[in-house]
Each structure stands twice: as structure tokens, then as C-alpha cells.
């Protein structure tokens, strides 16, 4: 607080009442998302031991009112702390289960092209990856389509397909 000069009143010059809620708020909001995560991600981290270990205990509790009273403490304890490392940190994590996300749809859009298109599906694939097997494919594809198959081996032939095309593409990405 300051004294104006001209009234000799105080002046405050910190942060709004408003703000100093929203900020409790994000920094519980936060700590209800470290909840969810698994002890090995949160180790990662590296927070604080009491914070640590309040989001452990956050994690046993079955009882409505209790966990909403831990999720206050955690938001308290989050408060203390610079949250931008723990908001970047989760940030990457977001965005690398989001890539995973997307290769795994663009694998999976491949699989099932090569099981509806057959051989146009091979020679488009091919273009991609020059050093991928045409017979193993071919032979994949007919076991994972073939009407007089038994559906678990149908089955079996797909999640294969499914791997081979995996580490055709890591192949290219290295």
C-alpha cells in the first residue's frame, strides 16, 4: 500500500481481490488435473514433497467432501509455486499424446486401405516405403479378408498388418 500525496489516502498496488480468486482458481484447476496423473508422471515432474504427496493422498480418497477439501489444500499449497514449469510440462505432454494420437489414425487409416483396396493400396504404400515386402503384405491381406479364414485368425492377420505398417513407418521416420 502507498499514501496519495494529495487525499493521504492508501492505495493498493498488488493484485485485485478478482484476480487473486482467479488465480486460486487455476492453481487448484491445475491441481485437480495432477490428480488424474499416474505417480510415474507426477515423479517426473518433480514437485514439492508436501505436494507431492497431498496429490497422492488426493488419490485415495473416496469420500466427496474430503477429496474436494484435499483439492483445496493442493490448490493452497500450488500457490506457493511458480506454475508456468508444471503448466509446460503438461502442455508437452498434451501435445505428444496428441501426435501419438495422429499416427496412430494415420496407420490405422492405411490398414484398413490395404484391406478394402487390396493391391492399388500396396502400390500406393510402396511409393512411400520402396522397401517394404509385397508378397508379406499380399499374404497378410488375404489372410485378414479371406472368407474361408476363421475370424480370430482374421483377426490376428489385421493386428499384424497393423504392426508391420508400424514399423514401416518408423523406418521412414528415422
Do not use: N
Not at 14 to 20: E, I, N
Not at 78 to 89: F, G, H, K, V
Request: proline share 4%.
Amino acid at each position: 500500500m502507498q499514501e496519495d500525496e494529495d487525499s493521504g489516502e492508501f492505495a493498493y498496488d498488488g493484485p485485485s481481490k478478482s484476480q487473486r480468486k482467479r488465480d486460486a482458481d487455476a492453481a487448484q484447476a491445475l491441481g485437480t488435473r495432477l490428480i488424474g496423473l499416474k505417480e510415474v508422471e507426477l515423479k517426473a515432474l518433480d514437485l514439492p514433497e508436501p505436494l507431492f504427496d497431498a496429490i497422492l493422498l488426493a488419490k485415495r480418497i473416496t469420500s466427496r467432501g474430503g477429496l474436494a477439501r484435499q483439492r483445496q489444500y493442493i490448490g493452497k499449497l500450488m500457490r506457493q509455486l511458480d506454475l508456468a514449469p508444471i503448466e509446460a510440462a503438461l502442455g508437452e505432454k498434451s501435445r505428444v499424446h496428441a501426435l501419438e494420437a495422429e499416427r496412430h489414425k494415420r496407420l490405422e487409416s492405411w490398414r484398413v486401405r490395404l484391406l478394402t483396396e487390396g493391391p492399388k493400396a500396396i502400390d500406393e504404400l510402396l511409393k512411400w516405403c520402396p522397401e517394404a515386402d509385397r508378397k508379406s503384405l499380399r499374404a497378410l491381406i488375404d489372410k485378414a479378408t479371406g472368407a474361408k479364414v476363421d475370424p480370430a485368425s482374421r483377426e490376428a492377420a489385421s493386428r499384424e498388418l497393423f504392426r508391420t505398417l508400424r514399423g514401416l513407418f518408423d523406418s521412414i521416420s528415422r
